[in-house]
């Protein structure tokens, strides 16, 4: 091989290599680390380390609520962590519900992991329900899953791989991965065959295609009664979003709550809407005071 056309084939290496980093660099979660504790909200709570794959663990609270036999699970979104999730935990907990909160790995104070993706947060609810089985067994009677944004994607994925899940909360949900992705990269003025690139390369780094985790197909897949919260001024996911998921799975027991003057990240918003959070419950089956 000429010295030339070793210059060429390092220069495409070396392209190569960069692409590939510049969209792991883009796509890390941002790390937020707590400074609270549920005891702020004048909660009692067990702090917890929930074994996940990998051998990593996971930072949580779990909050309890008496003897109930009634539990909620929370997930965060992109770049959260469990603290930030605390006020819409606060009216479930007390409606006797008890809660458990927890960081996914790469957020919070969980352990690092090589990077974050939807099937990842589901993979760590899931660490999350064989924790709660084995250490409060009790308090498995009905369970309930809430997740925000990704979280909100992996509480659907989740629910659609299990059976012993009553109900389900998604707030602020994408429909599609795909749509996630081009929506932002197209920010970015990027050419359309780039774009198709590494939405190609990001599904071979997760080791899932996009329409296998997409929310709008695991709804599908969920027997028990599920809720979508969406906030009407969101810019992030689009309120249009909720609508895809309901129109494209119609025989899915789905309700839509729009919370009006609610952005993606308007937690606030949501917790002033708890009424409407619990009755869904009620109706549900869940035995709230």
């Known amino acids: 091989m000429t010295l030339a ?4 084939a390092g220069i495409i290496v070396a392209a190569i290599a960069l692409f590939m980093l510049g969209i792991h660099w883009g796509f890390r979660a941002p790390r937020q680390i707590e400074n609270g504790t549920p005891q702020d909200l004048d909660f009692a709570f067990e702090q917890v380390w929930i074994p996940a794959v990998a051998n990593k663990r996971l930072f949580g609270w779990f909050l309890p609520a008496g003897n109930a036999t009634q539990t909620l699970l929370i997930l965060h979104g992109w770049g959260s962590n469990a603290e930030l999730m605390l ?14 909160l927890f960081d996914a790995r790469n957020h919070g104070q969980s352990d690092a992991h090589s990077f974050s993706s939807l099937p990842r947060f589901a993979e760590d609810l899931e660490s999350a329900l064989a924790w709660l089985h084995a250490n409060h067994p009790t308090a498995c009677e009905k369970l309930v899953l809430l997740g925000h944004s990704v979280g ?9 791989q299990r059976t012993d899940i009553a109900a389900v909360i998604s707030v602020s949900a994408f429909a599609h991965p795909e749509w996630v992705m ?6 970015l003025h990027l050419p359309h065959f780039l774009i198709r690139l ?12 996009f329409a296998a985790i997409a929310p709008l197909n ?3 897949q969920i027997a028990c009664p599920i809720l979508l919260v969406h906030g009407v001024d969101d810019q992030v996911v689009p309120l249009a979003d909720a609508h895809a998921i309901i129109s494209h799975c119609p025989q899915a027991r789905l309700t839509l709550l729009e919370i009006p003057d609610a952005g993606h990240a308007s937690v606030d918003k949501i917790e002033e809407h708890a009424p409407a959070l619990l009755a ?10």
Do not use: D, E
């Open 87 to 100: 006020p819409i935990a606060a009216p479930f907990q007390r409606a006797g519900l008890n809660v458990l």
């Open 182 to 187: 081009r929506r932002y990269l197209q920010t």
């Open 280 to 289: 869904f419950l009620r109706k549900a089956g869940f035995r709230l005071s």
């Open 218 to 220: 695991s709804v599908c």
């Open 198 to 209: 590494i939405n190609r390369y990001v599904q071979w780094v997760i080791g899932h295609r």
């Open 152 to 160: 909100a994607g992996a509480v659907l994925l989740a629910a659609s």
């Open 5 to 8: 056309l070793l210059i060429i």
